[in-house]
């Protein structure tokens, strides 16, 4: 069974910082592309990064250049660091197994807000 804990969300100012983590469990993770994605108010869950079982990284349009996404499979770890962060990040951010966010654990919440 597939479970998955992120932690890491806080409240941030515009500009701020965040390294979010997943960490993994039930499942080969070293061999499993992991997906971040989002939910942000209003809108329905959206991608926003991808990174592929030996890593290779992928990133929507939006955070690309401000996110970077690594993982440690040693660890069953995947991170999210997130830089320079926008009022338009605030939401709730979960990884996954899958890139439509099916298999996703609890999340954890980021504000950003002056």
């Known amino acids: 069974e597939v479970h998955l804990v992120e932690s890491g969300g806080d409240s941030v100012q515009p500009g701020g910082s965040l390294t979010l983590s997943c960490v993994a469990s039930?499942?080969?993770?070293?061999?499993?592309?992991m997906y971040w994605v989002r939910q942000t108010p209003g809108k329905v869950l959206g991608w926003v990064s991808t990174?592929?079982?030996?890593?290779?990284?992928r990133y929507a349009d939006p955070v690309k250049g401000r996110f970077t996404v690594s993982r440690d499979n040693a660890k069953n770890t995947v991170w999210l660091e997130m830089n320079d962060l926008k009022t338009a990040d605030t939401g709730r951010y979960y990884c996954s197994t899958d890139r439509a966010g099916v298999n996703r654990g609890p999340g954890t919440q980021v504000t950003v807000s002056a």
């Open positions: 990174i592929g079982a030996q890593g290779g990284e």
């Open positions: 039930g499942f080969n993770f070293s061999e499993t592309w």
